[in-house]
């Protein structure tokens, strides 16, 4: 089976600042990587598929690059909606599995 | 509107069994495979399980194999999760989750773009 491993687990930052999380797997998925986002008391909400590609309503200020095994979100200026907890996803092979998420916190 | 609802969850006792169902509307049911993911309390994301478009291939995670069966009505819209012998550990939140498949020259990226409310779970004797 194939882990994910995220980090950090927590990030603190202010609004206005760009974040990076990083993802990585535990063998070469390709692309095969997705991110979400979930608020607390909300399911998660697709952010990125296939490593880069910006999900329909998704502002642009989030982007998603890397391929095998070394993966990154990236959200280039901080909204006060953009605190929350992230989570990557690989879909190259079942069973899938999430990273363990990080959360992003007010600084 | 894109919904999925998610029902049947409750309190059981370690050893029984539940059928949570997952009432899908607003899209056409069976061009799509769905996944169930749980969240125990505080913690991620769990994949459980994933079934294609009719139903004739299924994933479970090791954490239920064995113990819980994953099956969908294509002509009621609805995708179930049959839970047996359950444990203090499925302690969790339900969500069911569309798999959306995009095909490029890259290969065919399956990830989950609508998903349910949830439907809480608790093993507790």
């Known amino acids: 089976d194939i882990q994910m491993t995220q980090s950090p687990s927590s990030l603190s930052a202010s609004v206005g600042d760009r974040v990076t999380i990083t993802c990585r797997a535990s063998?070469?998925?390709?692309?095969?990587l997705n991110w979400y986002q979930q608020k607390p008391g909300n399911a998660p909400k697709l952010l990125i598929y296939a490593a880069s590609s910006l999900q329909s309503g998704v502002p642009s200020r989030f982007s998603g690059s890397g391929s095998g095994t070394d993966f990154t979100l990236s959200i280039s200026s901080l909204q006060p909606e953009d605190f929350a907890t992230y989570y990557c996803q690989q879909s190259y092979s079942t069973p899938y599995s999430f990273g363990q998420g990080t959360k992003l916190e007010i600084k | 509107e894109v919904q999925l609802v998610e029902s049947g969850g409750g309190v059981v006792r370690p050893g029984g069994s539940l059928r949570l169902s997952c009432a899908a509307s607003g899209f056409t049911f069976d061009d799509y495979g769905m996944n169930w993911v749980r969240q125990a309390p505080g913690k991620g994301l769990e994949w459980v399980s994933g079934t294609n478009w009719n139903g004739g291939s299924t994933g479970y995670a090791d954490s239920v194999k064995g113990r819980f069966t994953i099956s969908r009505d294509n002509a009621k819209n609805s995708l179930y999760l049959q839970m047996n012998n359950l444990k203090a550990e499925d302690t969790a939140l339900y969500y069911c989750?569309?798999?959306?498949?995009?095909?490029?020259?890259?290969?065919?990226?399956?990830?989950?773009?609508?998903w349910g409310k949830g439907t809480t779970v608790t093993v507790s004797s």
């Open positions: 063998q070469s998925i390709s692309r095969y």
């Open positions: 989750a569309r798999d959306r498949l995009t095909v490029v020259v890259t290969g065919y990226y399956y990830y989950m773009d609508v």
